[in-house]
């Protein structure tokens, strides 16, 4: 290639050979260097690493998404389109390189194509011949859409970017940490970390940013570790982000063994695989985590977030009280000198928390203004009272953060139990925070409980993308919208819901595919498509890898052996679980078995109903 600078990568499933032929030609005539491969005996080391050079020197990467590539869960096509995000990571974001291609009818909803390629505007070309792109002699469409790409390569024209007005991608998903995400994990049972300690951007209203270490001359180990604290930044996070952070920060790490910035960020992105992801809690992951932070500390002993760091990988991945008191101790005296930098506050409550002194860690939350975050620490330590008088406090209510809303709700759902209640304080939210992820699932969940799928349907209508990353489930939003016909008497309406579903899982999986929910998402949706077979193959793969016994039923499955059919299955695992309370997952239990649709089949059976009566938090509203 004369150029690689200003060479186009065209991507595309081998199906699609003479519609990427066509779009090829166009860019030919339009003066544009075209890397098309054409080979008929595609395969082989040296034509792999041919395409992967190919995609690492490219200007331009041009995926063709058709009714081909939806169609097909695996094709190498796939693994160049994933090679292709991993380079962009290393870009600025306004930087001109993913440029997809859609051809024939796929909608931006239901296409399935990495995240990535939904934050850039996307090209439509017509389409005939059974749905292969056309060429005819001098179309203007074709010969506007060829000159738009040269001048892109030539620096005339800026990318443009998925927006909600535009008929292009779909929204990419939400950035930016929450500060307060993580606690819903802790009312499942699960220990979370400080994911966020290292802030490029400029400082909040709680304080300035910790000191950092004088700034030698940007290296390009510095630039690695920037693009991945980007990743680390976003919130909630995939595996597959969190490999790719660490694969920065590995690359950092051998060009500049010194750079403690970079031994600090990979040892906390180790503890997010642990906790609170449990993506990979493995002995040895934890091994690597507290090694990495103490490499951290031996470099820059002086440096207050490698000491934060290293203090939070100790308290959460050893499991260790003794260095959990040792994360006190430090914590304790940070605060005392800096008292300007708040976030130090709600991490010393994490460690109390780490430590089982949940009272204690709510009431220092309450003394040092972050009301509603002790809110979900009384409500983890059982103290629904102290709870629900802090979600209503007038330091509360003063709040304009939408977890003001979702601790009231979890409340009034979970623990009282009063559906009327819930739905009035949903009427009372504002409707700009009606569209995120959580509380799109908090609003369906709790009409899919009142059984009004018209409300289901008008909340997930409005959230804008086809994934959803919530405190409580993560997965399509097709799941949903799949019950919420099922529920309104539409089952080939819910059919094609819950396949559109099942096709979004499958790619998850492929992207992280040891995420147990997503295998038990997916023996779900399978049973509910009727493909019971396939569905008890997933759920037995998935339980050996996870390492329960076969054919037994856990809070994770449950719904799976629900959709299965295997209802005295689930009774007998619901009965001790419900009675012995061993943690707040058992009121979650007895909400969804007491409302949610799911479980009508066990209705009929009076163990069930004298189960739910029995077991009853003194706290919820009474059965009619």
Same mark, same amino acid.
């Given at each position: 290639m004369s150029d690689p600078g200003k060479a186009v990568f065209l991507s595309y499933a081998s199906q699609d050979a003479e519609a990427a032929r066509r779009i090829a030609d166009a860019l030919r005539t339009a003066g544009v260097e075209v890397w098309f491969d054409q080979s008929e005996l595609r395969g082989g080391d040296a034509w792999d690493a041919a395409i992967r050079k190919q /995609?690492?020197?490219? !200007?331009?990467?041009? =995926? +063709?998404?058709?009714?081909?590539?939806q169609s097909r869960a695996e094709g190498y096509f796939r693994l160049e389109w994933r090679l292709a995000v991993e380079r962009s990571h290393l870009m600025a974001d306004d930087a001109p390189f993913l440029f997809p291609i859609v051809i024939g009818e796929v909608s931006?909803? !239901?296409?399935?194509? =990495?995240?990535k390629f939904r934050e850039v505007q996307w090209t439509r070309l017509r389409q005939a011949y059974g749905g292969q792109a056309r060429l005819e002699g001098d179309d203007p469409e074709w010969r506007s859409f060829a000159e738009r790409v040269a001048k892109l390569l030539s620096g005339e024209v800026r990318p443009s970017f998925a927006k909600a007005s535009e008929g292009g991608a779909s929204q990419p998903r939400k950035r930016g940490f929450e500060k307060w995400w993580w606690l819903i994990f802790a /009312?499942?049972?699960?220990?979370? =970390?400080?994911?966020?300690?290292?802030?490029?951007k400029a400082p909040r209203s709680e304080g300035p940013q910790l000191?950092?270490?004088a700034a030698p001359a940007v290296s390009n180990a510095d630039e690695l570790v920037a693009k991945a604290h980007d990743i680390m930044e976003r919130g909630s996070l995939r595996r597959s982000e969190i490999d790719a952070a660490n694969s920065l920060l590995e690359r950092a790490m051998e060009i500049d063994p010194s750079n403690a910035r970079a031994w600090s960020l990979a040892a906390n992105a180790d503890l997010a695989m642990i906790f609170p992801y449990r993506y990979n809690t493995s002995d040895a992951m934890r091994q690597r985590a507290m090694a990495r932070a103490s490499r951290a500390l031996s470099l820059a002993p002086e440096v207050l977030e490698v000491q934060v760091v290293h203090a939070n990988v100790f308290a959460h991945a050893s499991n260790n009280p003794v260095y959990i008191r040792q994360a006190e101790t430090l914590f304790r005296r940070l605060v005392a000198e800096h008292p300007e930098m708040h976030f130090l506050v709600i991490r010393l409550a994490d460690i109390?928390?780490?430590?089982?002194?949940? #009272?204690e860690g709510a009431r220092y939350l309450e003394e040092n203004g972050e009301p509603i975050l002790a809110g979900w620490f009384w409500l983890e330590n059982g103290s629904l009272d102290e709870s629900y008088r802090v979600a209503r406090s007038p330091a509360a209510q003063a709040s304009t953060h939408v977890d003001k809303w979702l601790l009231k709700l979890t +409340?009034?759902?979970?623990?009282?139990?009063?559906?009327?209640? #819930?739905?009035k304080t949903i009427g009372e939210m504002p409707p700009e925070l009606l569209t995120g992820d959580n509380p799109t699932v908090f609003t369906t969940l709790i009409a899919f409980s009142r059984r009004e799928p018209n409300r289901m349907l008008q909340f997930t209508a409005s959230f804008s993308r086809d994934w959803i990353e919530s405190y409580n489930f993560a997965g399509p939003k097709q799941y949903w919208t799949g019950w919420a016909h099922e529920l309104a008497g539409r089952p080939e309406r819910a059919r094609i819901e819950w396949q559109g579903a099942l096709r979004l899982i499958e790619d998850a999986l492929e992207t992280s595919p040891g995420r147990l929910e997503?295998?038990?998402?997916?023996?779900?949706?399978?049973?509910?498509?009727?493909?019971?077979d396939a569905a008890r193959k997933v759920l037995a793969e998935f339980q050996a890898f996870a390492g329960v016994a076969p054919g037994s039923v856990d809070f994770a499955s449950h719904e799976a052996w629900l959709a299965l059919g295997e209802n005295n299955r689930?009774?007998?695992?619901?009965? =001790?679980?419900?009675?012995y309370k061993s943690n707040f997952q058992w009121i979650y239990l007895h909400w969804r078995a007491r409302f949610l649709p799911q479980w009508d089949a066990l209705r009929g059976d009076p163990r069930f109903g004298s189960l739910l009566r029995e077991t009853k938090p003194d706290s919820a509203k009474p059965f009619d």
């Amino acid at each position: 290639m004369s150029d690689p600078g200003k060479a186009v990568f065209l991507s595309y499933a081998s199906q699609d050979a003479e519609a990427a032929r066509r779009i090829a030609d166009a860019l030919r005539t339009a003066g544009v260097e075209v890397w098309f491969d054409q080979s008929e005996l595609r395969g082989g080391d040296a034509w792999d690493a041919a395409i992967r050079k190919q /995609i690492r020197e490219c !200007a331009l990467f041009v =995926p +063709i998404v058709s009714a081909n590539t939806q169609s097909r869960a695996e094709g190498y096509f796939r693994l160049e389109w994933r090679l292709a995000v991993e380079r962009s990571h290393l870009m600025a974001d306004d930087a001109p390189f993913l440029f997809p291609i859609v051809i024939g009818e796929v909608s931006d909803a !239901a296409a399935r194509v =990495p995240d990535k390629f939904r934050e850039v505007q996307w090209t439509r070309l017509r389409q005939a011949y059974g749905g292969q792109a056309r060429l005819e002699g001098d179309d203007p469409e074709w010969r506007s859409f060829a000159e738009r790409v040269a001048k892109l390569l030539s620096g005339e024209v800026r990318p443009s970017f998925a927006k909600a007005s535009e008929g292009g991608a779909s929204q990419p998903r939400k950035r930016g940490f929450e500060k307060w995400w993580w606690l819903i994990f802790a /009312i499942m049972g699960m220990s979370v =970390p400080f994911i966020g300690v290292f802030k490029s951007k400029a400082p909040r209203s709680e304080g300035p940013q910790l000191p950092q270490a004088a700034a030698p001359a940007v290296s390009n180990a510095d630039e690695l570790v920037a693009k991945a604290h980007d990743i680390m930044e976003r919130g909630s996070l995939r595996r597959s982000e969190i490999d790719a952070a660490n694969s920065l920060l590995e690359r950092a790490m051998e060009i500049d063994p010194s750079n403690a910035r970079a031994w600090s960020l990979a040892a906390n992105a180790d503890l997010a695989m642990i906790f609170p992801y449990r993506y990979n809690t493995s002995d040895a992951m934890r091994q690597r985590a507290m090694a990495r932070a103490s490499r951290a500390l031996s470099l820059a002993p002086e440096v207050l977030e490698v000491q934060v760091v290293h203090a939070n990988v100790f308290a959460h991945a050893s499991n260790n009280p003794v260095y959990i008191r040792q994360a006190e101790t430090l914590f304790r005296r940070l605060v005392a000198e800096h008292p300007e930098m708040h976030f130090l506050v709600i991490r010393l409550a994490d460690i109390l928390r780490a430590d089982g002194r949940m #009272a204690e860690g709510a009431r220092y939350l309450e003394e040092n203004g972050e009301p509603i975050l002790a809110g979900w620490f009384w409500l983890e330590n059982g103290s629904l009272d102290e709870s629900y008088r802090v979600a209503r406090s007038p330091a509360a209510q003063a709040s304009t953060h939408v977890d003001k809303w979702l601790l009231k709700l979890t +409340i009034e759902s979970s623990w009282l139990q009063d559906l009327d209640l #819930a739905w009035k304080t949903i009427g009372e939210m504002p409707p700009e925070l009606l569209t995120g992820d959580n509380p799109t699932v908090f609003t369906t969940l709790i009409a899919f409980s009142r059984r009004e799928p018209n409300r289901m349907l008008q909340f997930t209508a409005s959230f804008s993308r086809d994934w959803i990353e919530s405190y409580n489930f993560a997965g399509p939003k097709q799941y949903w919208t799949g019950w919420a016909h099922e529920l309104a008497g539409r089952p080939e309406r819910a059919r094609i819901e819950w396949q559109g579903a099942l096709r979004l899982i499958e790619d998850a999986l492929e992207t992280s595919p040891g995420r147990l929910e997503f295998g038990y998402q997916k023996a779900t949706l399978l049973a509910l498509l009727g493909e019971t077979d396939a569905a008890r193959k997933v759920l037995a793969e998935f339980q050996a890898f996870a390492g329960v016994a076969p054919g037994s039923v856990d809070f994770a499955s449950h719904e799976a052996w629900l959709a299965l059919g295997e209802n005295n299955r689930v009774f007998e695992w619901m009965d =001790p679980f419900l009675r012995y309370k061993s943690n707040f997952q058992w009121i979650y239990l007895h909400w969804r078995a007491r409302f949610l649709p799911q479980w009508d089949a066990l209705r009929g059976d009076p163990r069930f109903g004298s189960l739910l009566r029995e077991t009853k938090p003194d706290s919820a509203k009474p059965f009619d």
